[in-house]
């Protein structure tokens, strides 16, 4: 259904069998699809090993760059995702420092508006950061700026400061200096019911400084995807589902890839605004609106069980 006019088609056992019998690649968001903080969505470990097991080429694409991949095999492990390998793992750090490394062959240093885990990955690819060893009292009236900046990459950055903002202003204000981001996402929602500002937040507030749009590498950029495709063989978009919980992001980035898409209802996005943005008059809109909706990644199960595999 990728590239017709979606409908947000309400999904259950058979139906899922089917569809799953029609793809060979599945592409999965990880918060709101898989889990919820440091919690496994019940009964989406049992469909991610079975995916595996019956031969699906499983693949995570996710926005969050405030760990590098090692960390992410960890997490899988810990929360009962036991078939998931390293090289399933794709998220925005990862492509951020293959971009740098491979696309754009960086030669100089990056300034990191971010956490550590998106300076381990650009360690990892041999990427040159920019130190930070300023004073506690500097300003960036007085404060060190570095040399051979080529590019400010930004990111989730629980440490943000305003030297950090004035700093990375200052670099882009060489245009042969390169303005990218791990993602654009607004907000992440918390356990609480509070919210998290996103890396879409820092993001506006250095294009307003700097005059300047960046280039965001994460969903729902097609950037990930060519990572995905360059990274295993025979990658037909037709043969490929994406699942996620955010339409504006996951969707979207389906969407632009090509993907036929699945909203599941665990997460941020619910199928009343789906429905909104697919009755819309605006058909930008309608490349925000899921092929499948699902209410949780749970609902596959019943399609093992038709292949002999008990759902518990």
Not at 56 to 82: A, D
Not at 98 to 103: G, S, T
Not at 169 to 181: G, H, T
Not at 188 to 211: D, F
């Amino acid at each position: 259904m990728a590239g017709a006019f979606k409908g947000c088609q309400k999904i259950r056992g058979p139906q899922i069998r089917n569809l799953l019998d029609a793809k060979d690649f599945i592409l999965l968001d990880c918060d709101g699809v898989i889990w919820h903080g440091e919690k496994a969505i019940t009964g989406a470990a049992k469909v991610v090993n079975s995916l595996i097991r019956h031969g699906k080429n499983v693949v995570f694409v996710t926005n969050n760059c405030t760990r590098p991949r090692e960390n992410y095999v960890h997490k899988f492990c810990r929360l009962g995702f036991t078939d998931v390998i390293l090289e399933q793992i794709f998220s925005s750090s990862y492509c951020s420092a293959l971009y740098l490394r491979d696309v754009v062959k960086i030669r100089g240093q990056v300034f990191v508006m971010g956490c550590d885990g998106l300076r381990r990955e650009l360690d990892e690819a041999g990427i040159p950061c920019v130190e930070e060893a300023d004073d506690p009292d500097a300003t960036i009236y007085d404060c060190a700026l570095a040399p051979d900046v080529k590019a400010v990459l930004v990111g989730h950055d629980d440490k943000m400061t305003f030297l950090k903002l004035a700093k990375a202003s200052c670099y882009l204000r060489d245009p042969d200096c390169l303005f990218l981001a791990t993602d654009n996402d607004p907000w992440h929602p918390l356990s609480s019911g509070r919210i998290l500002p996103g890396s879409g937040s820092l993001i506006a507030a250095l294009e307003v400084s700097s005059g300047r749009k960046a280039t965001v590498i994460g969903k729902p950029s097609r950037f990930m995807f060519e990572c995905i495709s360059s990274q295993f063989s025979g990658v037909d978009p037709a043969q490929c589902l994406m699942i996620g919980d955010r339409l504006e992001t996951d969707m979207l980035f389906g969407s632009n890839c090509g993907l036929d898409t699945m909203l599941t209802l665990t997460g941020v996005s619910q199928i009343e605004k789906a429905q909104e943005y697919r009755n819309s008059e605006l058909t930008t809109n309608h490349s925000l609106v899921p092929d499948y909706v699902v209410d949780t990644i749970a609902d596959f199960l019943p399609a093992f069980e038709e292949l002999g595999e008990p759902s518990n």
